[in-house]
């Protein structure tokens, strides 16, 4: 798909915008004040994938989290900071990679020019968090609600006070629970603007219906090449919203990457437990690195045909199933053994492109 034309800014190590691949962000839950559960959350943040964590700093006793993460994990850290200047200086000073903040909510000119000179001397970009249920006054004024423009012109309100300083490393956000309001937020902000854009469903809700939330409007958008990185908020550990994000970039063709699996919803035909089979398939497929299509079909006779784009398969049958790759049979295998037969031919390929790419290196 063609990808919408932004500014590229850098937080850390990860590009953001330009022709940079979409990355997977979160965010820490745990208090702030208890350094250890933020450096743990941190650790299992990224090892599921997560490329750019941010943390609440809510107070000058909380900045020193910063460093502390930036020893514990690779990925960037971006300090969410809410009104008091005086944190974006102190967490700019302390090493943080990015900055989330509303220029107009810190106070006077010489505070939004001294936060945009500090981000500027370390190459710091900020990005302007504007959120449906915290807009400001004079815009709901002006248009009554939360609409789509008046998110996107409190955004532009906010970049305007970082561009009288010369300051354009800026992400934009425009957040809001309604999805249908917050894709066409975005959507105008994509033609107002070269800004890079963060996606996000705000208050999406629990893990049930923020996953549908999210998958709806990150989805739409990111199908139309809008959106440069995403989170998924789910009342839920934070982990899980890293493990969304990737399946909605790979439902939508921006990752390839581990394996993808493919089930079939049963029917009269099938004579195993194909619910039950594909279940313990799925989680059994977090640990491989191989980018493949991985099938669990219920129909010996159909199974294979309908799964012919998948890299390796099984289909069951009366008390015997197939294993199968591209559609051609390998072997009958045993029911009891469908499993087993599957995840040894998963394994062996996901060994063999580990070597291979040992090789090419």
């Known amino acids: 798909m063609k990808r919408r034309k932004t500014r590229q800014v850098r937080a ?3 590009a953001i915008g330009g022709s940079a691949p979409v990355s997977v962000q979160s965010m820490l839950c745990a208090p702030a004040r208890d350094v250890a559960a933020n450096v743990e959350q941190a650790r299992r943040l990224e090892q ?13 006793d909380t900045v020193r989290l910063i460093p502390v993460l930036k020893e514990a994990v690779s990925m960037p850290v971006v300090a969410d900071i809410h009104f008091d200047w005086r944190l974006a200086l102190e967490s700019a000073a302390a090493g943080v990679d990015k900055i989330r903040i509303n220029p107009g909510n810190i106070g006077g000119d010489e505070r939004v020019k001294a936060v945009a000179e500090a981000c500027a001397a370390r190459g710091i970009p900020i990005r302007i968090g504007v959120n449906g249920g915290s807009l400001e006054k004079p815009f709901l004024e002006k248009y009554g609600r939360a609409t789509p423009q008046a998110l996107v012109d409190s955004a532009l309100y ?25 894709v066409e937020a975005y959507r105008l902000a994509a033609a107002a603007c070269e800004y890079p854009l963060h996606l996000g469903v705000t208050e999406a809700g629990t ?15 990111l199908m139309e090449g809008i959106g440069d990185t995403v989170r998924v908020s789910l009342t839920a550990d934070p982990v899980r919203e890293v493990r969304a994000a990737k399946d ?4 939508c063709g921006l990752r390839n990457e581990g394996a993808q699996l493919i089930s079939c919803p049963t029917c009269g035909r099938t004579r195993i437990d194909i619910i039950g089979l ?19 079909m219920g129909c010996a006779v159909n199974g294979p045909g309908e799964a012919r784009d998948a890299d390796v398969g099984i289909a069951g049958g009366d008390g015997i199933g197939l ?24 394994r062996a390929m996901d060994e063999q492109n580990r070597k291979d790419s040992e090789q090419q290196a």
């Open 248 to 251: 909605i970039l790979t439902a």
């Open 323 to 346: 294993l199968f790759k591209k559609g051609v049979v390998l072997r009958r295998v045993p029911e009891s053994e469908l499993l087993d037969a599957l995840m040894a031919e998963v």
């Open 48 to 60: 599921a994938g997560c490329e750019i964590v941010r943390v609440a700093v809510p107070d000058m």
């Open 278 to 296: 594909a279940a313990k398939v799925e989680p059994l497929l977090a640990s491989v690195k191989t980018p493949m299509k991985v099938a669990v």
């Open 207 to 221: 893990e049930r219906m923020g996953l549908v939330k999210s998958a709806v409007g990150l989805g739409a958008l």
């Open 12 to 14: 850390g190590k990860v």
């Open 158 to 182: 906010h970049a305007a006070l970082l561009e009288r300083y010369d300051f354009h490393d800026i992400v934009l956000s425009l957040k809001a629970s309604d999805v249908p309001t917050m």
